[in-house]
């Protein structure tokens, strides 16, 4: 407060006001920040950047994943309170009830081969999909997704003003499109119309993949697909008005392509360093 006023007032009299030694205060003028401050600064710069590109939505969790992701050391606390003294948060996660959708009938002889475990050990083997509506002034525009479980990517998408079953085909198409390797690979779904429809389960059976679904009533079934979706909205789409499905198409596919999937790639690419070094002297030494 001193430094702040010593143009408005003596300075030796604010120090006796206070009880401040003057030479205390100069010597802490004269002092440089420490270690820890200088780091600080130099991380708060990098928060800035990453809170203004992601259009202010990112909260201390992610912007913590982000840093750790670019090689930093800092603990979850550290990097929310730096965030907090900038007056940096994050969009909070809203809560939304809509009438519950009535599931079909499973065609013969598919399963839930998930049943809730979303872990993959390996690259195009767990794959989840799903439908969302966006709210435009035009319109509803439907998004459907195909995701990764073990990169979580969005290896296919596609939008359309229908949700039908062409649309679901045309993401899972590029999704295809998109793999590498020719294993199967399980493809879960809840029991919407569009999935369990024939021109969906035959383009599944000519592109080696696998078909699984949910059970009746059981949104938790698909929950990595649902929780990508909240993520999304919550981000990008709860604090935006769309005139156009065009201008939300544009807005959704920066998202996906230009935030979300760069993201998960360097995620990946850390996790698969971390895995090598803890493997490598098991090598060596057997």
């Not at 991380?43 to 670019?70: K, N, W, Y």
């Not at 439908?131 to 995701?147: R, S």
């Not at 979300?260 to 990946?268: K, L, S």
Request: glycine share 8%; proline share 4%.
């Amino acid at each position: 407060m001193i430094e702040r006023c010593r143009n408005d007032y003596p300075i030796g009299l604010m120090c006796r006001c206070l009880e401040v030694s003057t030479s205390g205060f100069y010597g802490w003028v004269g002092r440089k920040p420490s270690a820890r401050a200088q780091d600080n600064a130099r991380l708060l710069v990098r928060i800035q950047e990453i809170h203004e590109d992601s259009q202010g939505v990112i909260g201390a969790p992610r912007m913590q994943e982000d840093l750790v992701d670019e090689g930093e050391r800092i603990s979850l606390n550290r990097v929310a309170r730096l965030m907090a003294a900038a007056g940096l948060q994050g969009w909070p996660r809203r809560k939304r009830r809509g009438a519950p959708r009535r599931p079909g009938s499973r065609p013969v002889g598919v399963k839930n081969l998930l049943e809730r475990d979303f872990t993959a050990l390996e690259p195009e083997t767990k794959w989840v999909t799903d439908i969302t509506e966006i709210p435009t002034q035009e319109g509803k525009l439907y998004l459907c997704v195909v995701i990764d479980l073990y990169s979580k990517l969005v290896m296919g998408w596609s939008m359309h003003h229908r949700q039908d079953r062409h649309m679901v085909v045309r993401a899972v198409q590029m999704a295809v499109w998109q793999r590498e390797g020719d294993s199967e690979v399980i493809l879960h779904s809840d029991r919407g119309g569009q999935f369990i429809s024939g021109d969906y389960q035959k383009f599944l059976g000519g592109n080696a993949m696998v078909c699984s679904m949910s059970a009746v009533g059981h949104c938790a079934d698909n929950a990595a697909c649902e929780g990508f979706f909240g993520v999304l909205k919550r981000e990008q789409v709860f604090h935006k008005s769309y005139e156009t499905r065009n201008e939300a198409r544009a807005d959704l596919f920066d998202y996906m392509e230009r935030f979300h999937n760069p993201r998960m790639r360097r995620r990946v690419a850390r996790r698969d360093r971390e895995f090598s070094d803890l493997i490598k002297p098991s090598v060596e030494t057997g």
